[in-house]
């Protein structure tokens, strides 16, 4: 548990001497949401019509953005090798970064989204329960993202071959994430779709964290 506190300690302060790297993903988000607002000439009810689904878009497409700045610091460097050798095993080096990328790179998006909801006219129950599925879909989206960045991280700028293999994983999470937003102006939290988006969210995570592991074991010289 040291280690992983240890670990989430580097990266954010690692991300807070990046010269702002770390906000790209909000830079897209603001420009991509902005485009799409005035792309809809203006037009109130379309606006809200397409408001959670669009800003659902903007947040995965934020991260994915990011996806390879996962851990190809420290697979390049051979950070990871040396943890390994100290005792801190790939599964918790896993884990450990899998959070330390969300904390990062997707809460910030998160965090943010209320703000612009402003721009799509969102009525209060919309924004809760997209904030809400947002937050249960963090695991998912943060795991399968960041075993896209382990599995490229060796190979370079391996950019755009990470977004390629994270983003069908991340379809069904993304389906089910705008239904859950949209079903808590009628049902709370009693919608089916916010139990859907847990089970969709915890299961990425059980499946990301050995499979980043062994991505991580393989990418690494010992």
Same mark, same amino acid.
């Given at each position: 548990m040291i280690g992983v506190s240890t670990i989430l300690k580097r990266d954010v302060k690692r991300a807070a001497r990046s010269g702002?790297?770390?906000?790209?993903?909000?830079? *897209?988000?603001?420009?991509?949401?902005?485009?799409?607002? /005035?792309?809809l000439d203006g037009e109130m009810?379309?606006?809200?019509r397409?408001?959670?689904?669009?800003?659902?878009?903007a947040v995965t497409f934020a991260t994915l953005m990011s996806a390879d700045r996962a851990f190809s610091e420290d697979i390049k460097?051979?950070?990871?090798?040396?943890?390994?050798?100290?005792?801190?095993?790939?599964?918790?080096?896993?884990?450990?970064?899998?959070?330390?990328?969300?904390?990062?790179?997707?809460?910030?998006? /998160?965090?943010t989204a209320p703000l612009w909801s402003l721009l799509f006219d969102l009525?209060?129950?919309?924004?809760?329960?997209?904030?809400?599925?947002?937050?249960?879909? *963090?695991?998912?989206i943060a795991a399968f993202t960041a075993l896209a960045g382990a599995l490229t991280g060796g190979q370079g700028k391996g950019g755009f071959l990470a977004i390629f /293999?994270?983003?069908?994983?991340?379809?069904?999470?993304?389906? *089910?994430?705008v239904a859950a937003s949209q079903a808590y102006a009628i049902t709370g939290w009693a919608?089916?779709? *916010?139990?859907?988006?847990?089970?969709?969210?915890?299961?990425?995570?059980?499946?990301s964290v050995?499979?980043?592991a062994a991505a991580l074991a393989a990418n690494t010289d010992r």
């Open positions: 702002g790297t770390w906000a790209y993903g909000l830079v *897209f988000m603001v420009i991509f949401l902005t485009l799409s607002a /005035i792309a009810s379309t606006l809200r397409l408001g959670v689904p669009l800003i659902w878009l460097d051979g950070t990871t090798g040396q943890l390994w050798l100290g005792g801190f095993g790939y599964l918790e080096q896993a884990g450990s970064g899998i959070f330390a990328f969300g904390l990062i790179h997707l809460l910030p998006l /998160i965090i009525n209060s129950e919309t924004v809760i329960g997209l904030v809400a599925a947002l937050l249960l879909a *963090f695991p998912g /293999i994270s983003a069908p994983l991340l379809v069904p999470i993304l389906i *089910f994430g919608a089916v779709e *916010f139990r859907a988006l847990a089970g969709l969210s915890l299961l990425a995570l059980a499946v050995p499979a980043t």
